[in-house]
């Protein structure tokens, strides 16, 4: 079933220094994430909406592989389950 593993933020390395205010630092901060209506958009905003932060979506895309590929670029911080990232 969907989302029995715990999600993680993931970023490149420019995005490092957001370690020390989370998750206060996500506030703003570029997220890549699925389209609107999927569960996992769904979780990350509820996350987001709990912790009164702003969710800032500079992209949106429709697959995790492509979500990965983006993230890698340096575009934005993603949030993915640990074995998702592996995969």
């Not at 593993?5 to 996500?26: D, H, M, N, V």
């Not at 958009?41 to 702003?54: C, D, I, K, M, N």
């Not at 500079?58 to 890698?72: F, N, V």
Request: proline share 7%; glycine share 8%.
């Amino acid at each position: 079933p969907y989302m029995e593993e715990a999600l993680a933020i993931w970023g490149t390395a420019k995005f490092q220094k957001l370690k020390r205010t989370f998750p206060e630092s996500l506030s703003g901060a570029p997220m890549i994430l699925s389209p609107l209506g999927h569960p996992l958009r769904q979780t990350v905003e509820s996350f987001f909406l709990a912790q009164g932060l702003h969710l800032s979506v500079i992209t949106e895309a429709p697959d995790t592989a492509l979500i990965k590929e983006l993230c890698r670029s340096g575009l934005g911080l993603v949030a993915l389950g640990e074995r998702t990232t592996r995969a």
